[in-house]
């Protein structure tokens, strides 16, 4: 029987509970919210004794699902003020789900200021030690020596200078299948939120678990079966196909052509340096390039799409992973950059200081609009997130996120939604993903309903990226059965595979069903998926939000966007019809 | 006839306009709030093209009524993001008012990035001149050269390097009697969205203007004499009383013996040093040292109360005004500094740079709590402020006040309401005007509402401070009767003497009538009080604002306050409940 673990950073206590019925057929994003929203007061301060950190896998991960290994890390945001949820793909997930832990709740605040815990799990239990000799360390050096200390076996949860410094943009680091600190749940600052707490790492062996228990073994495998069929046939997720032979950042070319790939800081739809950091141009350069670098690397075993990659430096040592889209995108096109040496080395500092790179390239751009470096200077960027490390006055800036940054510098072009910056596609330019940024609970974020795949892919149906007409619907469809994904523990990106192929469907509804022993359908993904944003919903108006957070940068109203020359003109009334349902 | 003069920073034009009938018995901030209400979006960046600043003399402003010559600045506060209304006493209002100017109405944005201007107002029109020579410099080098070039009849509405910077904690700086840059609608930060504007000074000559119509003069000045007489009878308000011969500091031993006067950052009610920062010792001293010093000083002709000071350095030669309760208690027992020398140093630069007193204050000493110096370090704090001027990273974060600096650094102990810090009244050792900070649609304030008259001073009543009982209604009962006083031009301290002798309430509301022509009663008080606040928080729902925002500080529900070792204990249905009616 699955356990919540309660880690009291008060008392330095780690308990295991049994897990109330109501939560018995959760997982991930639904287990993290439906925690949060019952034990956090809403109206708490974020980095205060009353928040909660939970961390969840999903209810098939840990078995041998395809592509299933994903974490949810959820609490109330110091970067938004919402309740959030960021999930990742990584072994630490599996080892969680096969010591049969539900979920683990970090509560409380440490007696002693500045002092920094780890917490110890394996098949025997949970105990702390003393972590001060990990803090100010940089995440690559922190990482190597958790696993010479505790074993290749580990998997290990941990925080950056950025979450020690309760740093808005501060992510929780997890490992990948070799052990890099490169798979983040990167955002709205849970990362900060931990720092608060004193818990600076968490190193789990499920070595001699109990293991993932499955009700119906014949129904899970069926699903099962299906689902690995879809994604080995559909051309984004198969062997070969979009994703593995590119990466992520094959969507770079395909936004830029679309006039959606948001250019220095949200000022133009086109870059003109968009081929130098394209997907293509990556795995170009790797495969020149030899040496440590890799395509089609898997964040976590079971893995089947394999989109990750390992970035060489010129000479064919290893620099850093990944460079994924929305991370490339983040400090190259929206800082102007176009060099993927430099995005490179940019990525490889988040890692190693443990923030988000999404937020972290907002940040730069809007720090490059306020006259702090040029738009396309990329030794001022390395030399600005340098700052967030040392923790000097202008990195207490930046480390706050790029809302935070324009309001020290009077930037009023921040591209963000409820303190959160936008992701690499333009709102003005493909209106669907706006209406998700806009209306979702978390702020502005794409994974949460992600209406690129018809707007611009063409999966799951087709839609006008430009036209207004529909977006609401097309968001608020992708929002409810994105909820449900995120609970499942598998990659979002099976959603592509599930689109197209009804098979797949069925295939991911049927593997939950099985490993939980229900009867779901369609009807209950639907059912679940509004559920949960019904319950982060209702979190985020006792917390003090309304329909006028509910709202595009207002700069987007009145600025039309290169090279379509739009601007925002969903109506208010439409961004607030996705929450009638 | 009364105009409206419209300038729009966009075109650089100034027209006059017709006062349209809504507006014609309009004054102060009656008028600011209904033409922010009427003409600006809600949900507008504070900074960006659509927010405007309305300057607005009161209704008897301009006139010999007694203690009259406040002017209202108005707009969308880009520190609480709420509508904004903050009031001063300056010639500037009299000047607004005998020019036949019922309102200035700043709007529109600049096109040329980082040019400034003044514009200057008389008897003839309005005109645009550069402000280029005079960005970057100090008000105290500014002024003086203004009024060399404009004459000794001028006043001057100016912003200064905070305004120019867009720091949230800017100010509107007006000339006092002398000509001094002492006089602030300090809070809320609308130097900033006057900088965002471009527009650096206003300078008026009242000269030949067309003076105050007053449509019934007989009941204009009995009720100016009921007033006067009240005021010179008073023991608050009486040339000689409280607040003639020590200023309004006189409540620093006050505040301190009631166990209300927030030290180190709110972590104590009680100052040890409290004597030596007193109202006591500011007269003491500037008696012993001579020279320049003056006690009893006016802000503004027609003022009979004549609170405010000049304090002198020990060789008697001028250092600044005013060292004033709010202003010494931010710098003093907030910072745990007991050195007048050094609270009137930091009151100078904050008048220098055109910033606010209370929130400076309550920033240093945040940054005193996060770890920038140790409380008490008089020294520390004035460098602190030196980096304002700088505009260096840590000038930045500190000049967007205590919540942004307290995020920056990690604090959690940030006493403010809508993102502006408390004043110095402690909410949980005086309980009323704890409600009004709480509730008021602008932010922690303590004008808004000022309920230490009957909680401290007896004065209107008598209520214990420590109690929440009744405290909703008392502080509903002063935000609504406030909002009226807010309007008249006349000055809040009217209300001591008001309070306690009902003719000086009839004359307050006689000479209004009388200039206006009404047949204005008590009723009339409460009717207009009301539909101000209503106008105000209807504003602040439109803007995404709600009951959650109506809440302290979260510290506050569960710090013991010493020395009464007092929480927050009001009921948030109490707090609900001021608005009520």
């Known amino acids: 029987m699955s356990k919540i673990l309660r880690v009291n950073m008060t ?127 940089g995440l690559y050096e922190a990482y190597p020596a958790l696993f010479d200390r505790f074993g290749k076996k580990a998997a290990i949860m941990g925080i950056g200078v950025g979450g020690e410094m309760k740093m808005a943009m501060a992510g929780v ?162 800082c102007g950059i176009d060099d993927l040496d430099v995005t490179g080395e940019l990525i490889r500092l988040c890692n190693d200081y443990g923030v988000d790179t999404i937020e972290s390239g907002g940040t730069i751009a809007v720090a490059m609009e306020g006259g702090l470096a040029e738009f396309g200077d990329g030794q001022k960027a ?45 709102p003005r330019a493909v209106k669907g993903i706006g209406v998700t940024y806009i209306t979702n609970p978390q702020g502005a974020d794409h994974t949460i309903g992600y209406t690129i795949a018809p707007e611009i892919l063409s999966v799951g149906g087709k839609a006008d990226p430009l036209t207004p007409e529909g977006k609401a619907e097309l968001s608020r469809n992708f929002q409810i059965a994105t909820a449900f994904i995120d609970s499942t523990g598998y990659c979002l990106f099976i959603a592509f595979a599930i689109l197209d192929i009804p098979e797949g469907f069925e295939g991911m509804v049927e593997s939950c069903a099985g490993l939980l022993g229900t009867n779901w359908t369609a009807d209950d993904v639907t059912r679940i998926g509004k559920e949960i944003l019904k319950k982060e919903r209702a979190f985020n108006e006792a917390a003090g939000f309304t329909k006028a957070d509910d709202r595009p940068p207002e700069f987007m109203r009145y600025e039309p966007l290169p090279p379509h020359n739009q601007i925002w003109d969903v109506p208010d009334e439409a961004l607030d019809s996705v929450w009638e349902f």
């Open 173 to 334: 680091c997890f490992n990948d299948i070799d052990g890099r600190p490169s798979r983040y749940s990167g955002r709205g600052g849970m990362g900060a939120v931990l720092g608060s707490k004193g818990l600076k790492f968490i190193v789990t062996d499920d070595t001699g678990g109990p293991g993932v228990d499955i009700a119906d073994k014949d129904l899970f495998n069926t699903g099962r079966k299906k689902l690995t069929e879809a994604l080995r046939t559909h051309d984004v997720t198969k062997k070969g196909g979009a994703l593995n032979t590119y990466g992520t950042a094959v969507l770079i070319n395909i936004l830029n052509e679309a006039g959606g790939l948001p250019t220095r800081n949200f000022s133009s739809g086109y870059f003109e340096g968009a081929s130098k950091i394209s997907g293509e141009a990556i795995a170009e350069t790797i495969k020149q390039r030899g040496g440590a670098g890799k395509m089609g690397h898997p964040c976590h075993p079971e893995c089947i799409i394999q989109c990750s990659n390992v970035w060489p430096y010129p000479d064919g040592t290893e620099h850093s992973s990944v460079q994924e889209y929305e991370s490339v995108w983040a400090f190259g096109a929206n």
């Open 11 to 137: 008392d330095l206590t780690a308990a295991y509970e049994d897990v109330p019925e109501k939560y018995k057929l959760m997982g991930g994003r639904w287990l993290t919210s439906s925690i949060v929203a019952d034990e956090v007061e809403p109206t708490c301060h974020p980095l205060g004794p009353n928040n909660k950190v939970v961390l969840a896998p999903g209810i098939v991960s840990g078995t041998d699902a395809p592509s299933s290994g994903r974490i949810s890390v959820g609490g109330k945001s110091p970067l938004t003020g919402t309740i959030k949820e960021s999930n990742a793909g990584t072994p630490f997930s599996q080892h969680l789900a096969r010591l049969g832990i539900k979920a683990v709740v970090v509560e409380g605040f440490p007696k002693e200021k500045g002092k920094f815990w780890l917490l110890r799990v394996d098949k025997d239990g949970a105990e702390f030690l003393p972590a001060d000799e990990y803090v100010g360390q």
């Open 382 to 426: 390395i030399e600005l997130m340098h700052e967030i490390d040392k923790g000097t006055p202008l990195g207490r800036i930046l480390g706050q996120g790029a809302a935070f940054t324009g309001r020290a510098l009077g930037v009023i072009r921040v591209p963000g939604v409820k303190g959160q910056n936008m992701p690499a596609y333009s």
